[in-house]
């Protein structure tokens, strides 16, 4: 790939294979207490340097990539993908910025689920139950009960699903750092906060464990070995979704309804500004969106279609979320953007070097 793009200037591919089985002592013998899950995550980050219309621009990226082992084969995916982001990110330097005024609906396509995971929960926060009987433990119990995300989802631990689509998840298994089973969690309901994630020790709301206390990511240094607590595996249920063709649809209806003669699609790749009236997109220099917690209050839609993420915790112990792809939000503030600075050309990359 580096080999394909003469804008590419520099690169690093690192690949990434832990397979590893944790045991536990006790009294009664050695037993596996839980397999640590076989993770391979493949890594490339690049420069690219290319003369743009606001002068030499040299930006750094990097595209990421984790599955089980068992789904290796497709790394292939990966690789097509690669192919077509770096291809993507270098037309976007020719690419204007968005100096526009814009607060209203924002879709937003990939990773969503991972969004709402972590606005919700805080980074995982607010769900996990560390402190029994702290202070920390009681601003939290006082949440329960209460809304704390829009009504239209649920959030629950699902320890009996060990496949999606036909591929392996990442962060099943089958007994925790205790040696308990993990157990069905519902985390939210309908938008309304019920429960949280423990290991033996009981909490304040928490009074039965949930066989959450994980073992971390072995340090690659010196071999130290931690538990935390931490989830398996997460869906993510919506009571109301939309196909994504209805949701781009709708995108468009509510810019328009606004007064606005565009919207905006947020994808992994770029930025893209949609014509209300044709639907036609133009990429755009990607600015810095973030939703916060407020908007996942009053989320406009949720598609059907769903997707799975790898999300780790703390640098602890990796987990899946299996939810929908897409979310479509309202009063998103699309801030203008800045043309960057003229950069000079790095060394160049000894695969292009006559």
Same mark, same amino acid.
């Given at each position: 790939?580096?080999?394909?793009?003469?804008?590419?200037?520099?690169?690093?591919?690192?690949?990434?294979?832990?397979?590893?089985?944790?045991?536990?002592?006790?009294?009664?013998?050695?037993?596996?207490?839980? @397999?640590?899950? +076989?993770?391979?995550?493949?890594?490339?980050?690049?420069?690219?340097?290319?003369?743009?219309?606001?002068?030499?621009?040299? #930006?750094?990226?990097?595209?990421?990539?984790?599955?089980?082992?068992?789904?290796?084969? &497709?790394?292939?995916?990966?690789? !097509?993908?690669?192919?077509?982001?770096?291809?993507? !990110?270098?037309?976007?330097?020719?690419?204007?910025?968005?100096? &526009?005024?814009?607060?209203?609906?924002?879709?937003?396509?990939?990773?969503?689920?991972?969004?709402?995971?972590?606005?919700?929960?805080?980074?995982?926060?607010?769900?996990?139950? $560390?402190? @029994?009987?702290?202070?920390? &433990?009681?601003?939290?119990?006082?949440?329960?009960?209460?809304?704390?995300?829009?009504?239209?989802?649920?959030?629950?631990? +699902?320890?009996?699903?060990?496949?999606?689509?036909?591929?392996?998840?990442?962060?099943?298994?089958?007994? &925790?750092?205790?040696?308990?089973?993990?157990?069905?969690?519902?985390?939210?309901?309908?938008?309304?906060? $019920?429960?949280?994630?423990?290991?033996?020790?009981?909490?304040?709301?928490?009074?039965?464990?949930?066989?959450?206390?994980?073992?971390?990511?072995?340090?690659?240094?010196?071999?130290?070995?931690?538990?935390?607590?931490?989830?398996?595996?997460?869906?993510?249920?919506? #009571?109301?979704?939309? @196909?994504?063709?209805?949701?781009?649809?709708?995108?468009?209806?509510?810019?328009?309804?606004?007064?606005?003669?565009?919207?905006?699609?947020?994808?992994?790749?770029?930025?893209?500004?949609?014509?209300?009236?044709?639907?036609?997109?133009?990429?755009? $220099?990607?600015?810095?969106?973030? @939703?916060?917690?407020? /908007? /996942?209050?009053?989320?406009?839609?949720?598609?059907?279609?769903?997707?799975?993420?790898?999300? #780790?915790?703390?640098?602890?112990?990796?987990?899946?979320?299996?939810?929908?792809?897409?979310?479509?939000?309202?009063?998103?503030?699309?801030?203008?953007?800045?043309?960057?600075?003229?950069?000079?050309?790095?060394?160049?990359?000894?695969?292009?070097?006559?």
């Amino acid at each position: 790939i580096a080999n394909e793009f003469p804008e590419l200037t520099d690169s690093r591919a690192e690949i990434t294979l832990r397979q590893a089985d944790i045991y536990r002592l006790t009294s009664e013998g050695v037993r596996v207490a839980q @397999p640590q899950d +076989d993770v391979v995550t493949i890594v490339f980050d690049f420069h690219l340097y290319r003369k743009a219309n606001v002068g030499d621009v040299n #930006s750094e990226h990097e595209k990421k990539y984790s599955t089980a082992s068992e789904a290796l084969a &497709d790394s292939a995916q990966f690789i !097509r993908q690669l192919r077509q982001y770096v291809g993507n !990110r270098l037309s976007t330097l020719r690419d204007s910025i968005a100096e &526009d005024y814009y607060v209203g609906p924002v879709l937003l396509e990939n990773g969503a689920s991972r969004r709402i995971y972590n606005l919700t929960g805080s980074g995982n926060y607010i769900f996990r139950a $560390r402190h @029994p009987f702290t202070e920390s &433990d009681r601003s939290i119990f006082v949440r329960r009960d209460r809304k704390i995300v829009d009504e239209k989802i649920s959030i629950r631990q +699902d320890p009996t699903l060990r496949q999606w689509e036909g591929k392996p998840l990442v962060g099943y298994y089958t007994a &925790d750092a205790n040696g308990q089973a993990p157990q069905a969690v519902t985390l939210v309901e309908h938008g309304i906060f $019920r429960g949280q994630l423990c290991g033996a020790t009981p909490a304040l709301g928490t009074p039965a464990p949930t066989g959450n206390l994980r073992f971390n990511n072995p340090n690659t240094w010196n071999g130290a070995l931690a538990a935390s607590t931490a989830p398996g595996v997460i869906r993510i249920e919506s #009571s109301k979704t939309l @196909p994504l063709k209805k949701m781009r649809k709708k995108l468009l209806r509510d810019a328009q309804r606004e007064g606005y003669d565009h919207a905006y699609i947020v994808r992994k790749d770029a930025l893209y500004c949609v014509n209300v009236k044709d639907g036609s997109e133009k990429p755009l $220099r990607k600015p810095n969106i973030n @939703p916060t917690l407020n /908007m /996942m209050r009053h989320i406009s839609a949720l598609s059907t279609e769903q997707t799975d993420v790898v999300n #780790s915790e703390d640098n602890g112990a990796r987990f899946s979320i299996i939810g929908p792809k897409a979310m479509l939000l309202n009063d998103v503030e699309v801030p203008t953007t800045t043309p960057e600075q003229p950069a000079k050309i790095p060394l160049t990359f000894p695969l292009h070097r006559k």
